[in-house]
């Protein structure tokens, strides 16, 4: 009987809780605010339990210099969110029925759901954490194309967010954070002093791959998707136009500065290891 009704209190717990989630946090006019806070709120958390967890597990981590671990720290955080995001935009872009052509007569700039919009809000708190950290550091954890980037990204994910407008364009455009997980790896590698081994080569050839996809090839195509569909581009308000064209071609000629850069990198690699 006593385990019963431990069983019967935990239940009724339970119920208040997922009550609670869908009343309160998950209700469509909250979610913008409370996904920002929860993406916030992740960030430190991964950013402390990389710190914990760093220093009990990886004996380089405590010769690094000060600024090198909270580096390290706030590579974990963007490598979580490009994680969680990649996933997300992999999933409503081409999975869901959200953006589908015959899903629904509503057009496509303007479809959005409370998944969609709570998964852009937890972005826009990873950028405002993360630009907050490269303001505060600055120009140890980026220079100003990183600012240039994050505000970009923090400025176009917001708005789409708050206003539904262009979510598709968006998520498409967040597609590219799959890039960093690699970007990441190969600061690690450097780091931890591995940068002539077979680790690193591979790392390398994988960032090229999904850099030439992700933030070269994808954004073509999201530029040929919104020219086949620019008669709804142009019934957005006219700030949402602005962001859909002019934040992907500014991103993508960042993109084709980097991607040559990276290029350059794995040649020289590679020619050394020959």
């Not at 019963?4 to 469509?28: G, H, P, R, T």
């Not at 996933?87 to 015959?102: A, E, H, I, K, P």
């Not at 050839?205 to 142009?234: E, K």
């Amino acid at each position: 009987m006593l385990a019963s009704k431990e069983i019967m209190k935990f239940k009724s717990y339970q119920n208040q809780a997922n009550l609670f989630v869908k009343e309160y946090l998950l209700a469509d006019p909250l979610i913008p605010y409370t996904s920002i806070i929860g993406g916030i709120f992740a960030c430190k958390l991964v950013y402390d339990l990389t710190q914990l967890f760093s220093t009990t597990h990886f004996k380089s981590y405590s010769s690094l210099t000060k600024i090198q671990r909270i580096e390290w720290n706030n590579r974990a955080m963007s490598t979580i969110h490009a994680v969680f995001i990649t996933t997300m935009s992999l999933y409503l872009v081409f999975c869901s029925n959200l953006y589908s052509d015959s899903h629904s007569v509503e057009l496509l700039t303007e479809r959005s759901s409370a998944l969609s919009t709570f998964a852009l809000g937890v972005s826009v708190g990873y950028f405002m954490a993360d630009l907050g950290m490269i303001f505060w550091y600055f120009p140890s954890l980026g220079g100003y194309e990183y600012v240039i980037h994050h505000l970009l990204s923090l400025v176009a994910v917001a708005y789409s967010m708050l206003s539904g407008e262009g979510q598709l364009y968006t998520y498409m455009v967040l597609i590219s954070e799959t890039t960093t997980p690699g970007v990441n790896l190969r600061w690690y590698l450097d780091v931890a002093g591995m940068k002539r081994s077979k680790a690193y080569l591979i790392n390398g050839v994988v960032i090229f791959i999904a850099w030439l996809v992700a933030r070269i090839l994808l954004f073509v195509y999201m530029f040929y998707h919104a020219y086949l569909h620019f008669d709804q581009v142009q019934q957005m308000h006219t700030f949402g136009q602005i962001l859909v064209v002019v934040v992907p071609v500014v991103l993508s000629v960042m993109n084709l500065i980097w991607f040559s850069k990276i290029i350059k990198g794995l040649m020289k690699t590679l020619a050394k290891r020959q």
